[in-house]
């Protein structure tokens, strides 16, 4: 079972520093960015558990949000990174299953490049894909 921990959660906590480096490493397998984290604008971000260690992290946040109307609520996934060592178990499709049972639709960039990421978004309902030279915008709903 995959579990999401805001990590901002773990920040006056003894471990915090560890959440951090824990993800940075997961992040320098991303070949397309140098993205780092170092404590500040984690505000959005958060951890993956599987079988009790940290597998991968998300960055995600709301827009658009408005309880009128759950339809227009459209979640832009920023960064979603599992250890490489774990793709292929479900836990990509655990995560994304769990989002999308909030009612909301999903967004992301993908880089072209990303295969994996391609055929995981791929498995999903795509509502809207607009593919350029390098990336591809979708908008994926339940």
Not at 1 to 16: A, E, G, P, Q
Not at 64 to 83: A, G, P, Q, R
């Amino acid at each position: 079972m995959v579990l999401l921990r805001k990590l901002s959660i773990y920040r006056r906590k003894d471990s915090f520093n560890h959440c951090i480096e824990r993800i940075n490493q997961l992040r320098a397998h991303y070949p397309w960015s140098k993205l780092t984290y170092d404590g500040s604008k984690i505000d959005y971000v958060y951890l993956i558990w599987f079988e009790s260690k940290i597998v991968g992290f998300l960055e995600a946040s709301y827009n658009e949000l408005d309880i009128c109307f759950s339809s227009n609520i459209i979640l832009h996934l920023h960064e979603l990174h599992i250890s490489p060592s774990l793709h292929r178990r479900g836990i990509g499709r655990s995560v994304f299953i769990h989002l999308l049972s909030k009612g909301v639709k999903m967004q992301m960039v993908v880089v072209n490049d990303n295969e994996n990421m391609i055929a995981l978004v791929n498995r999903f309902n795509v509502i809207k894909q607009c593919k350029s030279k390098k990336i591809t915008n979708f908008i994926i709903g339940a």
